[in-house]
């Protein structure tokens, strides 16, 4: 079966400082991967998603930045965050060809200080 | 562009009773789904239910089960004999493609 791993789960950072948050999907093969921002008491924005290694779209401008290094693995960055990147960060994974639903992680709480 | 809307940001259910969540959302497309999330206080994100737009039959999913009315756009979720393990928030969700859009999602509370 399926799983989704997101670490760190809790993360606290002044502002200014670099982000690395990962992403991991095991037991499939060529994953469509996801980022997703969650605002406290809102929905989902979707950041970034890629269809294959180093393929990577940004639905949002912003501080952030996303790399797929590994067919299985997604990496949300930034090299200085700011205030307004606090949020929950969602990492989701789905079968290529469309359609599909997605599968999410357990997520990051991200605290900028 | 594809929009969702919940319009109800809050509901509550007696224990045991039905309650249901409503979606509707814009498009131009016709083939596409709709699926509904749950996010508990864990804030793991769900899958309760999808619908696959060309079928007329609406899903079910044990307690869960969805009005599907594609003329109207809508696709509202009903949840029979509530549990108190139902109190979560709840996001409709549209996918024509590769992406999902959601809605800003319903909180649901479920009275003892």
């Known amino acids: 079966s399926q799983t989704i791993h997101q670490w760190p789960a809790t993360l606290v950072q002044p502002v200014g400082s670099p982000l690395s948050l990962e992403c991991t999907v095991e037991?499939?093969?060529?994953?469509?991967l996801y980022w997703y921002r969650q605002a406290a008491g809102r929905g989902l924005q979707l950041l970034f998603y890629?269809?294959?290694?180093?393929?990577i779209s940004s639905e949002v401008p912003q501080n952030l930045s996303a790399s797929r290094p590994q067919d299985r693995q997604f990496i949300l960055s930034s090299k200085k965050l700011l205030l307004s990147d606090s949020g929950f960060y969602l990492c989701?994974?789905?079968?290529?060809?469309?359609?599909?639903?997605?599968?999410f992680g357990p997520g990051t709480r991200l605290t900028v200080l | 562009a594809q929009t969702v809307t919940q319009s109800q940001p809050e509901m509550s259910v007696q224990e045991a009773e039905t309650v249901t969540l409503s979606c509707t959302y814009d498009?131009?497309?016709?083939?596409?789904?709709l699926f509904w999330y749950k996010q508990p206080p864990s804030r793991q994100m769900i899958l309760v239910i999808r619908?696959?737009?060309?079928?007329?039959q609406n899903a079910t999913e044990n307690r869960f089960s969805v009005n599907f009315q594609k003329a109207a756009k809508s696709f509202s979720l009903k949840i029979s004999d509530s549990q108190l393990g139902d109190a979560a928030m709840y996001f409709c969700a549209y996918n024509a493609g590769n992406m999902l859009t959601f809605g800003g999602g319903t909180r649901l509370m479920v009275k003892p």
């Open positions: 037991g499939t093969s060529n994953p469509n």
């Open positions: 890629s269809v294959g290694i180093g393929q």
């Open positions: 498009t131009s497309e016709s083939d596409y789904y």
């Open positions: 989701a994974w789905s079968d290529t060809g469309g359609y599909n639903e997605q599968f």
């Open positions: 619908q696959e737009a060309y079928k007329q």
